[in-house]
């Protein structure tokens, strides 16, 4: 009974590596998160940022949203390529569209995008959007905050507020914000695991067997 009792903590305990390899998600990647795309960024510690699962097609991925402090208005927005509508006929990423006039102004394009930290905020990922159409001789920029929502899949969008200094602040709200390492294939965004992680992950019992059995011996005398 003791050696049995003593076989199972050990196993949990040398099973936990495995299990946080094979949940793809972490809390505190090292570093900034690098721009390596229109919408990835990389980490320093092999890990990833990757909003391309949610760019299914050439149409928005969130459309029609209104702004809450201004009903009149509401925002596409599609964050990985530039798309166009009726409203906003100027290839965009973020489309303003006043509900009154019927017409759509871009607020930033995916050409120039790039990933940065919000100033009171370090850990906070932002993803900005420039070069938007220039209103009284002001070019306009969309400013999106990353928040990692594993439950969230595609998510949502909110507008956290309009600066009125021609910049857009919206909140994406998904499990495509969350840092993943590049190796874990829990994140495969509906595809099955693949043979080569099987044997990975078949690799990492044997090995966390074989060193835990003097953990397992210590538990054993302990008992």
Not at 40 to 64: M, R, W
């Amino acid at each position: 009974m003791k050696l049995l009792v003593a076989f199972t903590l050990a196993i949990l305990t040398c099973l936990m590596p495995v299990a946080a390899a094979l949940s793809g998600y972490y809390d505190d990647p090292a570093g900034l998160c690098q721009t390596a795309g229109s919408c990835v960024c990389h980490y320093d510690n092999n890990y990833k940022i990757d909003l391309n699962p949610l760019q299914t097609s050439a149409t928005p991925v969130f459309a029609g949203v209104v702004d809450d402090e201004a009903s009149t208005l509401s925002y596409s927005y599609s964050p990985c390529s530039d798309f166009t509508t009726s409203s906003c006929p100027t290839s965009n990423a973020i489309c303003q569209v006043n509900a009154t006039s019927g017409n759509g102004i871009s607020c930033g394009s995916t050409q120039g995008s790039y990933f940065t930290a919000d100033a009171d905020i370090p850990s906070e990922v932002v993803l900005v959007y420039p070069n938007g159409a220039v209103v009284n001789g002001q070019q306009l920029t969309t400013h999106v905050i990353l928040t990692c929502d594993p439950s969230a899949d595609p998510g949502n969008i909110s507008v956290t507020f309009d600066s009125g200094d021609y910049t857009v602040f919206l909140n994406l709200n998904s499990k495509y914000c969350c840092p993943v390492n590049f190796t874990a294939s829990a994140y495969s965004h509906g595809s099955s695991i693949s043979p080569g992680t099987i044997i990975c992950i078949s690799y990492l019992l044997v090995i966390d067997l074989l060193f835990c059995w003097p953990f397992i011996l210590w538990l054993e005398l302990c008992f």
